[in-house]
């Protein structure tokens, strides 16, 4: 078991994953790749990830992955989470 104060909290862009998902015929379809952020398409979101595959002609492919089809994300290397900052303008009260 690893040994770390810090867990990832959230999907970090330019971490790597492997996500297992529901396929079709009762079977799982597990994918590796870089996360590259969330993809929106009507009611429904899903991970957009860019592929790392043995076979060569899957490597730099984008697969976004229905988020209601995913069983399970390992973490292969995390990046580190981002924070947000706020913006420096001026506080306004409508009244």
């Known amino acids: 078991m690893v040994q770390n104060d810090k867990f990832p909290t959230k999907l970090t862009k330019g971490s790597k994953y492997r996500v297992v998902s ?3 015929n009762n079977g799982n379809i597990t994918t590796v790749g870089e996360f590259h952020g969330y993809v929106q398409f009507g009611q429904d979101s899903a991970l957009c990830l860019m592929l790392e595959s043995p076979e060569e002609w899957m490597n730099g492919v984008l697969r976004m992955i229905p988020s209601n089809n995913i069983l399970y994300i390992d973490i292969l290397k995390a990046n580190e989470e981002e924070e947000v900052k706020k913006k420096d303008s001026p ?3 409508y009244g």
Do not use: A, R
Request: hydrophobic content about 15%.
């Open 22 to 24: 529901k396929g079709d």
């Open 91 to 93: 506080q306004v009260s």
